[in-house]
């Protein structure tokens, strides 16, 4: 059975809010001659972080796949699949922040990055475990979720704030 696991409700709505507080206001305050131009960019920039935003990842009894959507793959994003019978162990490397990413060592020596800001991430490891018989408890989000969420809110203040400036 094929199960799919899309990204992160609140990372992609972290990202989304995000943008639209940064950019909202520029095609309001651009002047006249560039308000058409900054309103195309602006809504061109939503697509695009949208669209960057619509990875995910695809198990099945026999593999692991992660796709990336078409301007991710333009932006160096690669499609990966690794059957799970050559999935050798999990390592783990910190990051800069204090939290850990984790990869598939694939027998070859490959590296994958495991997918760490997917809906459903505990299914999502019960499955690599089951699949590949590798301990699966270190493994957790690479980062609270708290952070986006709190992101998302401060977005959502700020595109709040900008409206009620503009419409004053």
């Known amino acids: ?61 026999t593999k692991i796949s992660y796709k990336s ?17 050559d999935i050798k162990l999990i390592k783990s490397l910190p990051t800069s922040q204090g939290s850990k990413v984790f990869y598939f060592n694939t027998s070859q020596d490959d590296n994958f990055l495991v997918p760490q800001r997917v809906e459903n991430f505990e299914k999502l490891l019960l499955i690599v475990s089951s699949n590949t018989g590798i301990a699966i408890n270190e493994i957790s ?11 998302t809110i401060l977005s959502v203040l700020m595109i709040i704030g900008e409206l009620f400036a503009f419409l004053n």
């Open 141 to 151: 989000y690479i980062s609270p979720l708290w952070t986006y969420k709190l992101l």
């Open 1 to 61: 059975m094929i199960e799919k696991f899309k990204t992160l409700f609140f990372v992609k709505s972290s990202l989304i809010s995000l943008y639209l507080a940064l950019t909202i206001p520029l095609p309001f305050i651009s002047i006249e001659k560039l308000k058409i131009p900054s309103t195309i960019i602006f809504v061109l920039g939503l697509y695009l972080i949208i669209n960057i935003t619509s990875d995910y990842v695809e198990t099945c009894s």
């Open 69 to 85: 959507s078409f301007i991710s793959k333009l932006l160096g994003k690669k499609n990966w699949e690794i059957f799970w019978k």
